[in-house]
């Protein structure tokens, strides 16, 4: 290996230690609360080092989150890989956003406290810049990959497709978000609702999943009862016009026993 190899490496490994010490910071003091300080006295550095990697404590957040993006999105082209049937593909990409939510329960809490929108208008420096558009991009991405998986399960027949694809990507991907995000005071929540915490996002996005596939296999029953009926009506066909009698063939009894006297 080379002297150059060596120093990148070492550079990126002391790059990646800040980070994580970051991550430890911003769980317990939130973006706004955490500082560049903070991150290196937990990373054992001094605080010149953090400069030399990020040129400021919001640059150094959103490489956090860019990162972490960046890691949820291998877990789905992953997934995607493995060509699974439409609802084992659904299934299984919202158990790894519910894994990507919970690996770091923390950061993730604090990252949904930060209004992206407002940290956006006090990035000056063009690394903060390039970071938050690094960000904007692979949450676009993120949410696409997400999109398709919701389109094919209802190509596949096996949700509702009541809004679309994209409106029904958006509904369940807030359902989950706002499940965890009850879940950042578990004692709380079992307080207030009785309910056990540990498992109630996963079954928050099954009982999702249940409705809509009620709802399809009842549309699906409310067809075939439709079609039936159609076959039925189309058998029967119209009653047959009753057919008229020459009256004038008849003779005067036979006519007059169907009530109609013919004339002379």
Do not use: C
């Not at 490489?63 to 890989?81: H, K, S, T, W």
């Not at 439409?86 to 299934?91: F, G, I, Q, S, T």
């Not at 950061?107 to 406290?113: A, F, K, R």
């Not at 990959?145 to 209802?154: D, M, N, S, V």
Request: hydrophobic share 40%; aromatic share 6%.
């Amino acid at each position: 290996m080379s002297v150059q190899e060596r120093h990148r490496r070492e550079r990126r490994a002391r790059g990646q230690a800040i980070l994580g010490a970051a991550a430890k910071v911003f769980a317990r003091h939130g973006l706004e609360g955490a500082t560049i300080e903070m991150v290196a006295r937990e990373a054992e550095v001094a605080v010149g080092t953090i400069y030399l990697y990020y040129s400021s404590r919001d640059d150094l957040y959103l490489n956090l989150i860019a990162d972490r993006a960046e890691q949820l999105r291998a877990r789905y082209v992953g997934i995607f890989a493995r060509r699974l049937e439409p609802l084992d593909e659904l299934k299984a990409i919202a158990s790894a956003y519910l894994d990507h939510l919970l690996e770091s329960r923390e950061i993730s809490l604090s990252q949904h406290s930060v209004v992206f929108s407002q940290l956006q208008k006090r990035l000056k420096r063009h690394s903060e810049l390039k970071n938050f558009q690094r960000l904007v991009d692979l949450s676009h991405e993120i949410f696409g990959l997400w999109e398709g998986t919701i389109r094919r399960a209802f190509e596949g027949g096996v949700i509702a497709n009541s809004m679309g694809p994209k409106k029904t990507a958006a509904v369940v991907w807030a359902s989950m978000n706002g499940a965890f995000m009850l879940m950042g005071d578990g004692n709380f929540f079992r307080d207030v609702t009785g309910l056990n915490p540990e498992h109630f996002v996963d079954e928050a996005l099954e009982s999702h999943l249940a409705a809509s596939q009620l709802s399809v296999r009842r549309k699906a029953k409310s067809r075939i009862v439709n079609r039936a009926r159609n076959k039925s009506r189309a058998g029967i066909g119209p009653s047959p016009a009753p057919q008229r009698r020459d009256l004038s063939r008849l003779g005067r009894g036979e006519a007059e026993e169907v009530g109609v006297h013919p004339t002379a």
